[in-house]
Every structure is written in structure tokens, then in C-alpha cells.
């Protein structure tokens, strides 16, 4: 007889998502999909003027309307639920999720209707008539930084959220500022670049828009709330805390969570109010998004401003880095808002060694939808900043930009590397993504054929950018929640496998991961094993999804859980098999001892003895089910390296991108096929805020790309094929070299795509364009040298 | 996203159509493909009581021969005038045009006849009409009647089209030297500027020219002073570059918005004439090939 087949190892290969089948058949279930006997409907009344105090709230048509439960105002919301909390050490304004006296932004909640139906719900809505005394509203940060015309919150004077906080060389962890290191780079140089870049607003615009269902059940005192969340257990810790309930008496579940990026890590009124409606009331409340309230009341992301100078000498080395960051935060505090920005400045030294810093922090609100994470969440800005100032020096010193890039790397043999900034990066190796990339790309021929496109009269031009960013988010130090993940690995009766994670993937195919190394650890096919995810109730503890750490801390704790339990699997296979538990291996189904397979016992026969275990092996208790906190030292730091090649209309000014080129070093990869989707993903995001996304809003605060009519978000007919590739750098911190690459691509794409464009239109002087890349700026600089800055 | 209540009702034929429509007493409205009425009653600035469904009447589809005619009945979908092969083969301007619509879902769903009652000011299909010198077959209480498409658009979102009338079909003799250019904006692919041509060419000569311009302006119009440059002039680059020259000029009312400036769409409108010129003209000597 033929020896079965061997499992084959699955860490590292193409393996298809397990995801996809019931995602692209229509047969998850969301949260819009969840029903609850007696179920009722929300909408929310919204403000249609950005700044403006209530007069007056009319709710008598509502109220009377067939189906309509009850309508609430901010006032009788107050009664019911404190005001909102937020996730950072940082002075925040009174932030109602109903708006009690002062509306601060288009969009922001002014009443909600409970009904029996969605329809009625809106038409309610639409029934109460609200009186504003209109107030000035301010849109520009710069100008609410004088005060006027409008100051947003009274206890905020100039409307400065956070004021002016300097960080880097110089700055001593008790904020003391000495400015003689900075003034002495720039003292030396012989080249000092500067500008100022407007890293835009963007819109997350998730396929799924949010949603929640909120069931307090009065006779049990507990609460089941089901959300569109990347954190179920951050948010079960939110609603408990504004409820008055314990934690052991809410349940969050994050079922099918149609994307996030970042957007849906904040815990939004609307969770507070159904959450409040449905204890007052004790009925099941649902509210679902609509497109139009996601344009305005999920919140919006970057939005930084910053005054860029970078000094250097004429050989091209860098001195010293100033970055003045304004942040136009909005019109209030979220849960991670006012620290965004911070890792902008945090990743200032991008991947140079930098011998002097100053980045200062002034964050600002204005009459706009408040912002907080979206994929990148403060480093593609700094990413941006950092490179487009890079590709400007190169071009004043008519160096090429890649040498100008290598001159400044920080070298492999200095890792660990502590920044100017603090920050400290693991592991790296700056000068084989780029040279890999510019190998991908064939850099040299590129430039032939640019060169030669151009004396045809062609605009084409090339762009060149490095990145780092900072992922595997954690350690506790870094995160009010605590910076670790959990997971508990549970050998069933029968064999098979299950393992909670408390990342709650939406995207991101943890349910293929997580299985591909458990199906490695235990020797057992992938189809034997399902990740558990996104309810509180069955995974015990969890911090969530985001700052790409998914993998990095979450497959590490699934990793260390497992191997608690395996070790105890492998005690009751050595009673069986009477060999020592060193001597087994774990392979194809089986539990056997080294060297002599046939010998084996099968893998379910192991597990349905430690479930019944006669006898009992001495000091064994029985079953087969153990976790682990993984509390990883300090962050991950992935990079990599991006080429485009872009072509700008001469006639039109409409840019299309020809070429893109991404070399991306997350470390060790566990399933190549996934990351290669995630940074297709990244750079659509990256190139979209390039070349066709921007929010925008009139002087009045009227919010002008509302829809998708004016807003618009990438397609896949925007982009070339791209060209992706990889090296491998393990970061030291975690056992599986894995470093974290969800926001990878929105890093590097965005200030290369814009160095190819100011590239193609050098003839006409341009040294800098600030994003979006509308075809209407292109044309100006092209046929009225204006538009552009030089 | 919710729109307010109404009454569905489907019809049979266009008598049916119209019988159903007058009996809401002004409260109803035809759907088509509804690509351009359901938006608009999801955001709440259209509240019929009652929608009639038009997209099934028998007949009221497809794309023939009628004489040395060709007709497109209003419910044909973009998808299907793009993918036509008689349009391609004929009059390959508005498969062309129809394959610039929005995108697939819009094209699947979205039709001709929805499209000119309609009338947005940067909607495709206006030009294209307007170049062919459609005829439009409306039908209302007192029967048929039939509209030029230079006399059918008359402002901003509004034609000659009577609130109890239906659009049947469209009519044109088929121009091959016809082409159309269109820069997109591209979060809805609605034209900023949008440029449809059609080309009388007889012996290297221009005999006549009609152009239709869309999107630069608060409804589709006819660029007269360029058609007037080209008429019995040789079908040549430099003609062809001359007359484009004079796009728009006229033009007193230019559109403004986030994603064009009048001065960019002023611009745009030579630029795509010359485009949708040169296109033709290179089908024209497609042909004398």
C-alpha cells in the first residue's frame, strides 16, 4: 500500500482566501442583515448648517406619524447617555452624540426617531423641523488659527485642539526645547528646501457603510450590541462604560464587516445612542447607514498641512528636518483623533538617518466632519512630506533621485535604529528594496524612454519613493486599550481545530492565515480548522484591527496559544504511544514517533482521548484548550520602495498612470497571495488620493462631494497592472518575522505619483504640486504657468 | 439614501403608459432604467407618488432599420447601443458615445429615452442627437408628434416634452463620418466636455457639418459657428484645426464647478472638438478607402 500523501507545508504559499466564496456569493451576513423580534428602526435628524446654535426642535409632526416609537432630542438624549469619550491623553471639547445647543459641522445629529420601520424612521426624520441661528463657520485651519471668524468650542481658544507640541532632537521628554542641534544643520547647509504641502481630506468610504443593532434584554440586564467595527472588544468596553453595565454584561459582535480602513475603529454616537435607546426603552433598536450620512458622519482622514524645510549639503547629505504640521481635526475629538498626527511626526526620519529634527504638532478645529484613522493614519502623511522634500533636493542638486535616497539610508548594520523622533525600527534593509525596484523597474530604460517620449513633445515623467511605516501595533504602552492580542486554540473532540482571535479581521483573511500556521503547528489540513472572530462573547478578549497589526500580534498570540496546547497534546500522545512527547512529530494527521510513522496514532484519536481520558496521565487535567496574550516589545517597521511612470495630456492636463513599480519588505509573509491583495488595495487608496480623491467643502462648511457623483473613489479600469515584488527583512520582535502590510500601499504610491507628474511637467519650472492631481491644475501650469508652486 | 413613499405600477404599451399617468393627476413619473430618476428620489429632490414602469412595454427596446433610417426604440438600454452592431457598422458615433455612459451598471441600466427626457446638462446622448439631427417620436393624448433634437432641448434639465407625453424612439439617417469626444469627470463619467460630430463629406469636401456640444453649458447645444466654418471647405488638418479654433466662443453661459472651472471647460470645448473632428474625419476617409 502507497503511504498517504503529506500534508504540505502552507506558511508561504499562495493559499486562495477561505473568505471569498461566501463574501462574493452573498451569503455573509452583516450587520444590516441581523433581525431581532420586536426590532425597531433609527434615524438620525442632522444638522444642514455647519456652525449654528438650535433655536428651536419641532418633533410634534414626527411623533404623531404611524410607526414612529418615540423621537428624542439632544437634550432628552443627554438625560439617557454622558457625553462621548475618546481615546487619547489629550483636552477634548464636551462632545454630545446627540448635539444639545450648538451644531459644529453639516451632518452632526440633531434628534433621532425610533420606529417600526427604516421608511417611517426617515420620513420622521424628515418631519422634524429644526430652527438654526446660523453662525460664521470656519473651513480653513490656518484662519481658525486666528480665531476667526468664528472660535468652534469656547474652552479652545483660536480653535487650537492640541497647541504647537515640538518634538525631536532637542526636545527632552519633559519638554524642554533646545533648538542649538536643528539651528546648527541649518546653519551648515548648503541647500535648504522649502515648502508647504496639503496632505488632503479623504473620505474612507467603506463598501459597507456602519451600522448597529442594540438588544438590551431588561430581565438578564445584559446587552448584545452587533456593530460594523474593526474592535468588538474596544467598543464592548465604550458602550459598557456609557450604558452603566459591566463588561461581563455586554456582548459585542462584529459580524461580516464589509471594510474599515481605520474608519471604523472610532466608536461612534450612533452605537452610544442605539445602545442608550434600547436600555431606556428595552426593546432591539437598528440603525443602518446610508450612503449620504457616511459622506458626513463617518469620520474623514488626513487632512495635515505641513511646512516642509530640509537641509542639506551639495553632495546631497541631509543635515537636519523641520516640519511644521498643522491638522485640521474637524469639529470635535474621536477616539484616536488627536493622535494620528503624532505619528506623522513620529515617522519624520522616514528611512534616513537624519542627525537633526524638529517637528512641531498644532492641530486645529474647524466647521467639518471630525477625522481620525484611515489606512496609514499618519504615516502615509509623513511618508508624503519627508519624500516629496526628498525628490525637490534631488532635483535642485540634479542628482537622481534613488542616489540621493541611498546617500541618506539608515544602513543594515544600524538596526535597531532610534530616530531623532523616538521612534525605534526594528529591522531593515532600505537599499535592496531599492534595488530590486529600480532592477523591476529598469530604471535607466525608463529614463530612455521618458527622454525619448519627451523630444516627441510627450509630457511623461518618473517617479521614485521610498517608505517606512510603523505597524504591528502595540506595545500597552502605546495604546490606552493595551497593546497585545489574544487567542485561544481548542482541540475539539473529533480533531478538529478551533482558535479565537482577538483581531477582528474585516479584509485583511486572517481566517486563511491564522490556519495556514495552525495547520503547519499541528500537521492537520486547513479545512479541519476555523478561526473564530469578532464576538465578545466567544472570543475573550481581543484589542482589535488596526495599525496593520493583525498578523504581526494576532498571529503571534494564535501561534503561542496553539503551541501551549499542542505541547499538552503531545503528553497525552506519549502516554498513548509510550514514547517520551519529545520524540513525537506532528505530520499529516498523525501523532507519531520519530522515525517510525506506521507506529502512529491519528490526530482525532489523540484529541478524543484528552476529552476522555482513561486512565488519566499523571498530571495532566483533562481537554485540550489554552491561550496566550501576546504582548509584543515595541512596533514593527515595514518599507519598501515605488516607481510610476506617468503621462500628462498636454491638451487637457489629465494625468494616467503608465507604470507602477512596488517593492514592499513586510518580513516574513505567511501567505503572499493575501499581501499582494492588500497592497492592491493600498495602492488604489494611495493612488486615489493622488489623482482623483478630495473632499471638499464650500466657505460655508457645506460639504460640496457628498456622493459619488463628486467624490470619487479609484477604479480598477484607473490603473495599470502592477508590478510587485518583494524582500524579505523578519523583524526580531515576534517569532513569525512578520511586520504588518495593510497600509503599506497608500505610503509609498501618493508622493511617488507626484514626483512623476512635477517629473513630466519640469519644462514648465513646477518643482512641487500639491494632491489631488486635478487635470484642471495641470492644464493651468502647462498653459499659464500658475497652479503650480515654485 | 431612503426615498419618500410611492406607488409602482407596470404598463403594457404606451397607451397603457400614458392612461396610468394620467391618472395620478400629475403625481406620477415614467421609470426606465431609473439611472437617473432614483438618485435623485433617494436624496429626496424627486417625490413622485407614483412611478409607472416603462421598461417592459413590447417593443419599446431595440435598435432597426426603419427606410434608409435608423430608429432606437427610447428603452434601449446604453449597453445595448454600445454593443450594437449595426450602430458600429453605420453609425458608429453613438455606439461610441453610449460606451463613455457612466459605467456597466449604469450602461446595463440606464436608456436612451431616459437620458433625453432627462436632459442633464453633461449627459452624452444630447450631442450625439443633436449632430445626427435625431428626430425624436413623442406620443401624448393627442397622439404622436415628432421634435427635431435642435428644437427638443431647451434649458436646463428641461425639453420639449410635455409632463403627459412619452419619448417612443429616436430616428437619424446614419453618418459614418461621425465621432464623438468626451473628457470624463471622473467620479460620475458625466462629460465636463463633451463633443459629437457628424460629417457630410462628398469628394474630399465638407458639404455640411452639425456638431452638438454637451456638458460645458446648462443644456446640450449646436456649435452653428463652426459647423458654418466647415461647410464646403476641404476636409483637411488645417481646416479642421481652424474651425475647432472657434469652439464655444459663442458660448455665453459656461458651467462652473468643483471639478472644472468655466475657464478650463471654455478651454476644453476646441480641444474636443478637434478630437471629435479628427475622428470623423478619419472614418470619412475610412470610407473613400
Known sequence: MAAPPVLPKLVGQRVKRREDPRLIQGRATYVDDIALVGMQHLAFKRSDVAHGRIRSIDTRAAKVMDGVEAVFTGAEIAELLAPMPIGTPFPSPEHRAVAVDTVRYGGEPVAVVVASDRYVARDAADAIVVSYETLPAVVDPELAMTGKPTVIHPAFPNNLAVALVPSGTGVSASGSVDDSAINEAFAKADVVISQRMVNQRLAPTTMEPRGVVAHYEPGKGSMTIWSSTQNPHILRTFIAALTGLGQDQVRAIAPEVGGGFGSKINIYGEEYVAAAISKHLGIPVKWSEDRSEAFVATTHGRDILGYVDLAAKSDGTVLGLKLRLIADIGAYNMLLTAAIPTLTMLMASATYNIPAIRATLTEVFTNKTPTDAYRGAGRPEATYFVERAMDMLARELKMDPAELRRKNFIKPHQFPFATQMGAVYDSGDYEKAL???????????LKTERDAARAQGRLVGLGLSMYVEVCGVGPSSTLPTGGWEHSQ???????????????????????TTFAQMLADQFGVPLEHITILHGDTGVVKQGIGTFGSRSQAVGGTAVHMAGAKVKSKMAKFAAALLEAH?????????????KGSPA??????????????????????????????????????YPFGCHISMVEIDRQTGEPTLLKLVAVDDAGHLINPLIVEGQIHGGLAQGIGQAMIEEVVYNEDGQLLTGSFMDYAIPRAGDFPRFELDATVTPTPLNPLGAKGVGEAGTLGSTPCIVAAVVDALSEFGVKHIDMMLRPEKLWRIIHQGQGGQS | MISTPFEYSRAMSLDDALAKLRATNGEGKFIAGGHSLVPLMKLRLSEPKVLIDIARIPGLSGIRTKGDKIEIGAGTSHHDVASSALLQQVCPMVAEAAAEIGDPQVRNRGTLGGSLAHADPAADYPAVMLALDAEIHVKGPKGWRMVHAHDFFRGLFTVDLAADEIIAGVQFNPVRS????????????????????????????????????????????????????????????????????????????????????QEYRRAMIPVFTERALKGAMSRALARIQ
Do not use: C
Open chain 1, 581 to 593: 512527547e519529545d520524540d513525537l512529530v506532528f505530520q499529516n494527521g498523525m501523532i507519531s514517533v
Open chain 1, 435 to 445: 534595488d530590486l525596484a529600480l532592477k523591476n523597474a529598469q530604471w535607466d530604460r
Open chain 2, 178 to 261: 461621425a465621432a464623438y469626444a468626451k473628457l470624463h469627470q471622473r467620479a460620475s463619467h458625466f462629460a465636463i466636455v463633451g463633443v459629437a460630430v457628424a460629417l457630410d463629406v462628398n469628394n474630399g469636401v465638407i458639404r455640411s457639418a452639425r456638431i452638438g456640444l454637451t456638458g460645458a453649458s446648462s443644456y446640450a447645444t449646436r456649435l452653428k459657428d463652426v459647423e458654418e466654418a466647415l461647410a464646403g471647405k476641404a476636409l483637411s488638418m488645417p481646416n479642421i484645426e481652424a474651425a475647432a479654433r472657434l469652439a464655444g466662443a459663442l458660448l455665453e453661459d459656461v458651467n462652473s464647478d468643483i471639478h472644472a472651472s
Open chain 1, 489 to 511: 486554540v481548542t482541540i475539539e473532540r473529533d480533531g478538529r481545530i478551533s482558535a479565537t482571535t482577538g483581531a477582528s479581521p474585516h479584509g485583511q483573511g486572517n481566517e
Open chain 1, 599 to 636: 507506529s502512529g496514532k491519528s490526530f482525532a484519536s489523540v484529541a478524543g482521548y484528552a476529552y476522555r481520558p482513561v486512565p488519566l496521565p499523571e498530571g495532566l487535567e483533562p481537554g485540550l484548550s489554552d491561550e496566550a496574550f501576546f504582548e509584543p516589545a515595541n512596533n514593527t
